[in-house]
């Protein structure tokens, strides 16, 4: 049984930054690709950043781009998301996942339980 507690979330005012981490376990986390997703009341969950299971390879959506960076420490079981310049339009439940790829089309293979981001103008 895979275990991915994210952590890290909260409110945070327009340009400032948040990381958030993730812990796994159940599993050999350093064979798999790990991501990132967040959503919104009444859209679809979006894919924003992955990583490939040794680090080098990384993905992310282009809204994010510049401002958020992805890293995982294989030796910690956890996977982080670093976000900077944070807008408005940035605030949703993060998830973290373990997912089939680094690069698109990424799909979550197991999830955690979400983090709040909130982000004021």
């Known amino acids: 049984q895979v275990q991915l507690v994210e952590s890290g979330g909260g409110l945070v005012q327009a340009g400032g930054s948040l990381r958030l981490s993730c812990a796994a376990s159940g599993r050999t986390f350093s064979s798999y690709a790990m991501g990132w997703f967040r959503q919104t009341p009444g859209k679809e969950r979006e894919s924003v950043a992955a990583v490939s299971w040794n680090g080098y390879s990384k993905y992310y959506v282009a809204s994010v781009k510049g401002r958020f960076t992805i890293s995982r420490d294989n030796a910690k079981n956890t996977v982080y998301l670093q976000m900077n310049s944070l807008k408005p339009e940035d605030t949703a439940v993060y998830y973290c996942?373990?997912?089939?790829?680094?690069?698109?089309?990424?799909?979550?293979?197991?999830w955690g339980q979400g983090t709040q981001v909130t982000v004021s103008s």
């Open positions: 996942a373990e997912v089939n790829s680094d690069y698109p089309p990424i799909k979550p293979i197991y």
